[in-house]
């Protein structure tokens, strides 16, 4: 039976009539960046996210950049985060001429060991942002610590977790700042890309407004150099159609998860493992398995979707070589990124798919 990793025709085919109206409305208002539909949506996540403000971006990756870039961090400054994630969680910190720091993460939840933190921390050190991969937070109480004890900012990547929880506390609502994308595949993801910033401090969210339009107020007067961070009103728009939904879509993707929990009970597959303290959202299903490269392509053989997140952990990426790390350095990401494994976990999934996911995979291992 063929299954794909993610089915986002399946999701569209319920709500296209809608999206295509809210696009319509957009494009017969002609007010494309920015606009209503972007602040209502601002306005929307900060309310599900328990936040104060919210600010649109053009993307995930801009949401990051645009926080860092708008608590002055720069060259000369440390930031401490994790070598387990995605790019464009250091892609940012590298941009912005900052240095970044790696800790290891823990092995159950592939998030940053927070115990490891203080002994990175220097005088240099200006934030720090644990990364809440694959929909779980990471454990934000002893990271919050130690940023107290030292006067950190903290950034949470919180691309892949948009209202999990922690302690009953949103994703991105805990540090100095939260970022979220909206890439397609996310578990709230638009028409093309988009993301947003929330926070609680309003200094700091008068500056993302100013940063995110190339640092100019009044216009054509910059006091400082931004970008262009700016969200679409049509992703906006979009967006708002597909919201009222999150909830019942992250919902689907725990059941498919307690599913496939059970399926893999008494096998050598390990399943995600979600701290008591968490409500995970599941953007990503992560098993570890052994012969894990033998085991995907067997999967894509018989037509099932599976990734890697992540194949080479950031600290031995050639583009961050001058970082001067070596393998070995963080032995808990680079043994997650020879063993991790994503399978569909969508909300549109059948059971009769994830039968065909599960016992396949079972079969290979034998
Ligand atoms: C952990 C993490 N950070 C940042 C991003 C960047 O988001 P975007 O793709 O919207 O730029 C992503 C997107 O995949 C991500 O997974």
């Not at 919201?243 to 009970?265: C, I, M, V």
Request: hydrophobic content about 40%.
């Amino acid at each position: 039976m063929e299954v794909p990793l993610l089915d986002l025709k399946a999701q569209y085919a319920t709500i296209k009539d809608e999206v295509l109206a809210a696009v319509s409305e957009v494009l017969e208002s002609q007010q494309c960046v920015g606009g209503p539909k972007v602040t209502e949506l601002e306005e929307k996540i900060a309310s599900i996210s328990d936040s104060r403000f919210a600010v649109g971006a053009s993307s995930g990756t801009d949401a990051i950049l645009n926080s860092l870039m708008s608590l002055d961090i720069g060259a000369g400054d440390e930031i401490i985060t994790t070598p387990f994630t995605f790019f464009a969680t250091v892609g940012c910190i590298a941009r912005t001429g900052a240095k970044a720091v790696f800790v290891d993460i823990e092995a159950r939840t592939f998030n940053i060991n927070p115990e490891l933190i203080e002994s990175a921390v220097t005088e240099k050190t200006k934030a720090i942002m644990p990364v809440h991969l694959f929909g779980q937070m990471a454990d934000m109480d002893p990271i919050m610590e130690t940023a107290n004890k030292y006067n950190l900012a903290v950034i949470e990547d919180a691309a892949q977790s948009i209202t999990s929880t922690y302690k009953d506390r949103k994703a991105g609502s805990i540090g100095t700042a939260g970022c979220f994308s909206f890439f397609p595949s996310k578990n709230l993801g638009g028409i093309g890309d988009g993301g947003m910033i929330i926070t609680n401090d309003e200094q700091l969210y008068e500056r993302l407004l100013i940063m995110r339009n190339h640092g100019s107020k009044p216009k054509y007067h910059h006091k400082y150099i931004g970008g262009n961070f700016r969200l679409d009103a049509v992703q906006a728009a979009a967006l708002l159609v597909k919201l009222p939904h999150l909830d019942e879509w992250s919902q689907a993707r725990r059941r498919n998860a307690a599913y496939y929990g059970k399926k893999f009970t008494g096998t050598d597959v390990k399943i995600p493992y979600i701290s008591p303290d968490c409500v995970s959202i599941y953007n990503q299903y992560v098993i570890r398995v052994p012969r894990r490269d033998e085991v995907a392509a067997y999967l894509s053989e018989k037509n099932i979707g599976c990734a890697i997140y992540y194949p080479v952990p950031l600290h031995l990426q050639e583009c961050f070589s001058y970082l001067g790390y070596k393998e070995g350095d963080f032995p808990e990401s680079e043994k997650a990124a020879k063993e991790v494994l994503a399978i569909p976990v969508y909300p549109e999934l059948s059971d009769k798919m994830k039968d065909s996911v599960a016992d396949t995979i079972v079969s290979f291992l034998g």
